[in-house]
């Protein structure tokens, strides 16, 4: 069975601070994709990125970067110069190439930013 | 825009009543999914529908749930006599089944169910 970890349940920083979500997964299979969510205070889950197995190039986008590593089953989110409206959980997640694509999703760290 | 949305937003209910849940996907996507989420929980996964066959069910999906999709088009999650543990925010989530097989679910923005 596959298994998402978010060691931290909450952060909190000032604003312009760098932050990094930690995410930890476990799987059996080969082929698998991981996933970063967020949530704000409204509720409504926001795709940010979807990664899969075979692509361990590390990715950036504004100020969001992705650092995946194989070796250590870590897909990790880092948050450059925060900013108050970076505050939400944020929630890391993995899904099975024979699964249906059902997520399975660790149990999200909330992020507070403070100004 | 045309995202996920669903109906209602907000439920509260007794125990032992009956209810049900809408979830109008986004058109053009072949894959609808059900989630639920309990407080300072991650969503947990509950079944999914290609087009307008189930094709998974969670553990968790008790017999006093039922979900349908019956035209591939909106769903509906029926809770049967209510209790207070099925209390959470219920999630729908809807992908299209194209070329990669895991385009991203995006999702609506969640029935908060409370069972008195």
């Known amino acids: 069975a596959q298994k998402v970890t978010q060691a931290q349940t909450e952060i909190s920083v000032v604003e312009k601070e760098d932050v990094t979500l930690d995410c930890v997964y476990e799987t059996r299979d080969t082929t698998y994709y991981l996933f970063w969510y967020k949530q704000p205070p409204s509720g409504e889950l926001v795709f940010l990125i979807r990664?899969?197995?075979?692509?361990?190039q590390n990715e950036i986008s504004g100020r969001y970067s992705w650092n995946f590593q194989k070796s250590t089953s870590s897909f990790n989110f880092t948050i450059t110069a925060s900013q108050v409206v970076d505050s939400a959980v944020y929630f890391c997640a993995l899904s099975l190439n024979n699964a249906g694509n059902m997520l399975t999703f660790g149990g999200g760290t909330r992020l507070m930013v403070k100004p | 825009d045309t995202g996920v949305s669903q109906d209602p937003r907000h439920k509260i209910t007794k125990r032992g009543q009956n209810v049900t849940f809408r979830c109008d996907p986004i058109s053009e996507h072949n894959r609808l999914y059900w989630y639920r989420q309990t407080l300072g929980q991650g969503p947990e996964f509950l079944t999914y529908?290609?087009?307008?066959?189930?094709?998974?069910k969670s553990r968790l999906l008790s017999d006093r749930f039922s979900a349908e999709r019956p035209k591939g088009s909106f769903s509906t999650l029926e809770i049967q006599r209510t209790e207070q543990g099925d209390s959470a925010m219920y999630l729908c989530?809807?992908?299209?089944?194209?070329?990669?097989?895991?385009?991203?679910?995006?999702f609506g923005p969640g029935t908060r169910l409370t069972v008195l």
């Open positions: 990664r899969n197995s075979f692509d361990e």
């Open positions: 989530a809807s992908s299209n089944m194209g070329g990669s097989d895991h385009n991203e679910q995006f």
């Open positions: 529908f290609q087009n307008e066959a189930q094709l998974e």
